[in-house]
């Protein structure tokens, strides 16, 4: 019998958390059912506390990368630690939910909509996060696929942006089947893309962060960086764009425009000298980025 899922210590947008929470959500009980509307209560209230964060300013003398994200751990646990003792929040989607619509929807691979009202797109960052997993074990089977007969979610993904990554190759020499698979690397194929909490897509298939610099419009979900080589999880700003051609195009200017990513350019006749000089510039903090983005290009892009 599997028995109650603890939150002592973990959120559901930990994919490893959010596996446990489907399980125990098997037996339909009143205990499963409230966990996971906790977890989503913590959730909610973590992107709360992101948000008065960045209303309040962050920019003192003080500030750096290493102190946010420690600001960010702290945000995540304080977010769990409230949730657990409850903010009324999760009793009341508790009581909208009597027709089981939670336990389905973290049983079902498709799930249909949970009828949150506006906290619909505390449901997306969840289910970007559930998807992920499936994502990469998508990636990672591209191995036994052949160029010459590509699988299916790769014509698709290939069909809607090959036009966009060849405006984008001709402006900065890189070859548009290598902007092709790193963007299926941090979109997982178009599975986990970036979306805005109404549930409407960024376009942002590259995962560019929005900076100071950044006058466009933005989005904020979870997303999974690394520090000395540990994973962990906080709500960052990105970019969004009105399509996949602008999305491109921004892509292509910050190749060929920031001065770090030089190497980038010079390495463009070669998918593992070029993924290795986007790693070493910092385009990702993930220390296998490289070793994975040249496993892409390769087995989905070789031909």
């Known amino acids: 019998m599997i028995g109650r899922v603890d939150l002592s ?10 596996d446990a929470l489907r399980q125990s959500s098997k037996d339909n009980s009143p205990e499963s059912l409230k966990a996971a509307a906790t977890q989503f209560e913590a959730l909610f209230m973590s992107m709360m506390l992101k948000s008065m964060r960045q ?24 977010s769990q630690k409230m949730a657990s003792r409850g903010m009324g929040l ?7 939910l009597s027709n089981n619509a939670m ?3 973290l049983q079902s691979e498709n799930p249909p909509p949970i009828p949150l009202g506006g906290l619909g797109g505390v449901v997306d960052y969840v289910e970007q996060q559930k998807y992920a997993l499936r994502a990469e074990k998508l990636l990672e089977s591209t191995g036994n696929i052949s160029s010459n007969s590509p699988a299916r979610h790769v014509q698709e993904f290939t069909q809607k942006l090959a036009a966009h990554a060849e405006s984008a190759s001709q402006g900065t020499g890189i070859p548009a089947k290598f902007m092709l698979g790193q963007a299926a690397l941090e979109s997982g194929w178009g599975k986990r893309e970036i979306k805005a909490i109404d549930g409407t897509s960024s376009h942002n298939v590259f995962g560019i962060k929005a900076g100071s610099n950044w006058k466009g419009r933005t989005v904020d979900t979870l997303t999974t960086e690394y520090s000395n080589g540990v994973a962990y999880q906080k709500v960052e700003k990105f970019r969004a764009y009105d399509n996949y051609g602008d999305a491109f195009k921004d892509y292509a200017k910050l190749i ?18 070029f993924a ?28």
Request: cysteine-free.
């Open 9 to 18: 210590d973990k959120l559901a947008f930990d994919s490893k958390g959010l």
């Open 55 to 78: 209303a309040g300013g962050q920019e003192g003398m003080f500030d750096n990368e290493q102190s946010r994200m420690y600001t960010s751990m702290l945000d995540q646990q304080l």
């Open 90 to 96: 999760a009793d009341a989607m508790v009581r909208q």
């Open 103 to 105: 336990s389905q929807a």
């Open 256 to 273: 060929r425009d920031n001065p770090r990513y030089q190497a980038v350019l010079q390495n463009g006749g070669d998918a593992t000298q």
């Open 276 to 303: 290795q000089a986007l790693q070493k510039a910092g385009y990702a903090t993930d220390p296998h980025y490289a070793q994975k983005l040249t496993k892409v290009i390769q087995q989905s892009f070789s031909g």
